[in-house]
């Protein structure tokens, strides 16, 4: 099961011009909590999937609202060379085909 089957909403926007920030918003607490003990969720797994360095990807959990925001670097600024998306807002992609086990 990919994380984009479990989450309601993936979306990345930037956060700053240096910083991605990618929302996962669920309906389900059970859902919610499989990806949050998944073993393919990490800060290293993701660092991997985004080519950045794992101790710059941060995990935030808000049980309260069922919503998980992954923050990390851009590997360029917003609107500098080399830059495809100056709003972040398809970064979310290598994340939500994440595979999460059942």
């Not at 393919?40 to 069922?66: C, G, M, N, S």
Request: proline fraction near 10%.
């Amino acid at each position: 099961m990919r994380l984009y089957d479990l989450a309601r909403v993936c979306r990345s926007k930037n956060a700053g011009p240096f910083t991605l920030t990618i929302d996962l918003m669920f309906e389900r607490a059970e859902d919610y909590a499989k990806v949050l003990s998944a073993p393919t969720f990490t800060p290293e797994h993701i660092a991997e999937l985004y080519e950045v360095p794992p101790d710059k990807v941060q995990i935030k959990p808000f049980e309260r609202i069922l919503t998980v925001k992954v923050a990390l670097p851009r590997r360029c600024s917003s609107g500098g060379p080399g830059d495809t998306d100056v709003y972040g807002c398809q970064q979310h992609f290598p994340l939500g085909d994440m595979v999460i086990d059942p």
